[in-house]
């Protein structure tokens, strides 16, 4: 008889998980696959990054596929988190074709507003980067009404459009190179979370 060992996910917590954590860790079934989803499904609206919108989008009108509003519950993965519950997501994005480029957006659901973190800050215009999140920004809303979020959170939404800022913190490191842009993003990622900025 094998003992099921368990592992802590978190030092310094109390939260353990069995190895079926891992295993389904690891399946791209219990993803959203951001990247890949959300990604063709804007290619509807708008097949290429320099081509004009084919049609209006209407994020009142759009019907979020059902994962993504399973996704945002907190349902999938089973041992995700319920976006009612939080203010700011935290979102990793590739950017430009084709080789792409990482950046990290820190979206605040509440005021909605986004603030881009680009690695490449200094030698980047921010009207290129507002352009190339365009779809983030549209689906994100879209999502947001469908999850009825800010009547779960028993707020009013700041304004009805995602505002765009840059942010260049005095201690943001600056990519220097062509290769490494995620690497800085989880950098990023890991400063704010210890609120370095």
Request: charged residues 25%.
């Amino acid at each position: 008889m094998v003992a099921m060992v368990e592992v802590r996910l978190n030092v310094g917590s109390d939260y353990f998980a069995t190895k079926e954590f891992f295993i389904e860790l690891e399946s791209t079934t219990c993803w959203l696959s951001d990247e890949v989803k959300l990604s063709e499904e804007w290619k509807k609206f708008q097949p290429s990054e320099d081509a004009p919108l084919s049609c209006e989008f209407d994020p009142l009108k759009y019907k979020c596929p059902t994962d993504w509003i399973l996704y945002v519950a907190g349902d999938k993965p089973w041992w995700g988190t319920a976006w009612s519950t939080i203010k700011h997501l935290l979102v990793p994005c590739v950017v430009g074709d084709p080789a792409g480029h990482w950046i990290l957006c820190d979206i605040d659901l509440e005021k909605r507003c986004v603030y881009i973190y680009d690695p490449l800050h200094k030698t980047t215009n921010i009207e290129k980067r507002v352009k190339q999140i365009t779809p983030l920004l549209h689906l994100i809303q879209a999502i947001l009404q469908a999850y009825i979020y800010f009547d779960k959170r028993g707020i009013a939404p700041d304004g009805m459009i995602f505002v765009v800022e840059q942010s260049i913190p005095k201690k943001l490191p600056t990519q220097l190179d062509n290769d490494i842009c995620g690497v800085f993003t989880c950098r990023y990622a890991a400063m704010m979370r210890r609120k370095c900025f």
